[in-house]
């Protein structure tokens, strides 16, 4: 089973369910029975309380429109903790989705975060962090695979996804490989050769899983650095879906 941990809807916020049927025709071409979705429906990079609640709802909506096929994140953020732990409780504690997802408002390093990823521990649930390196420099608040491994050494009992191996995944998977409750997607970015491999290298199989960050990238691109990676079967399973299916409790 092909889990694709990393998706982005857009679409108008009363079109949800247009959205949800465009995008499964081309995950059922690719044999992908699994989508989890997050940060609603545009990308908003410094949302307000009431932005991270509806962005939230969104996903809510988008995973009720085709149960068996998407899983959901609440969109969590340190400039709003009091929301955020509120989203938390309302749709993961007593309701259907599966984790949170921080994304570029403030360094996943700051201890605004700590609220946020020590509810997510108590909970049971990954938090998938969106990570990079940027050789042009980051965005001010954009976390670093340093920054994950900060927020990681502080919350051991949570597991943590570091979105797109950080960017500069060479860099990125070597910084995470010793912290174990951090496992990488392989998502965004070119579709280049030894991604897949690496990470499996450095942090194990187990701890590698496959995601597209589409719609800004196309799913064929992202699982071709899967399919096409020089590992056994067998890991190839656990980064296909297996290792997603445990970490976010599927
Ligand atoms: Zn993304």
Partial sequence: MIVDCHIH???????VAASVERLLPYADRLDIAKLIVSLGHALC????????????EYVVRAVECAPDRLEGLVYASPNHVDMSLKLMERHIASGPLKGVKLWICRKCSDPACDPI???AGELGVPILVHTWMKSTGNSPGESTSYDLLELATRHPQTAFVMAHSGGDWERGL?????????????????????QTEYGVQWLGAERVLYGSDATGRSLASQLGK?????????????????NAVRVFGL
């Fill in 9 to 15: 809807l857009y679409g108008e916020p009363d079109a």
């Fill in 45 to 56: 990079p410094k949302p307000d309380a009431a932005r991270i609640a509806t962005d939230t």
């Fill in 117 to 119: 990823a020590a509810y």
């Fill in 174 to 194: 070597r910084t995470v490989a010793d912290q174990t409750n951090i496992c990488a997607d392989i998502c965004g970015g070119d579709p280049e050769a030894g």
């Fill in 226 to 242: 899967v399919i096409g990676a020089s590992i056994s079967d067998e890991d190839r399973r656990l980064v296909l879906g297996e």
